[in-house]
């Protein structure tokens, strides 16, 4: 079974800056495209960032210019740098990744757990 394990949440105050990881865990032949999304109390879950295995990128338009996503294809891990924070960025963070877990097998949507990012003004 293939798990996502988030880390690199916290309480910041607003103008700071946090880096967030994402790693997978069990049996992992390749990933395709890996993304951010957050979900704020009340609201829907919602994109913040993709990038594709070869490393194109997407950004919501809230954070362009803030967000910066990247991943290490070795260690199959991504990443989303976080800075000038705002209050409205506060929110649970979820790591998602397309996964094979064997050569020749379909693509899967795997989710993490979550990671909360709180943001005081």
């Known amino acids: 079974q293939v798990q996502l394990v988030e880390s690199g949440g916290g309480l910041v105050q607003a103008g700071g800056s946090l880096t967030l990881s994402c790693a997978p865990s069990g049996t992992i032949f390749s990933i395709n495209d890996m993304g951010w999304y957050r979900q704020a109390p009340g609201k829907q879950r919602e994109l913040v960032a993709t990038i594709t295995r070869a490393g194109s990128t997407q950004h919501a338009d809230s954070v362009l210019g803030r967000f910066t996503i990247s991943r290490d294809n070795a260690k199959h891990t991504v990443y989303l740098q976080m800075t000038s924070l705002k209050p409205e960025d506060t929110a649970v963070y979820y790591c998602?990744?397309?996964?094979?877990?064997?050569?020749?097998?379909?693509?899967?949507?795997?989710w993490g757990q979550g990671t909360q990012v709180t943001v005081s003004s």
């Open positions: 998602n990744a397309h996964v094979a877990k064997y050569r020749g097998t379909v693509y899967y949507s795997y």
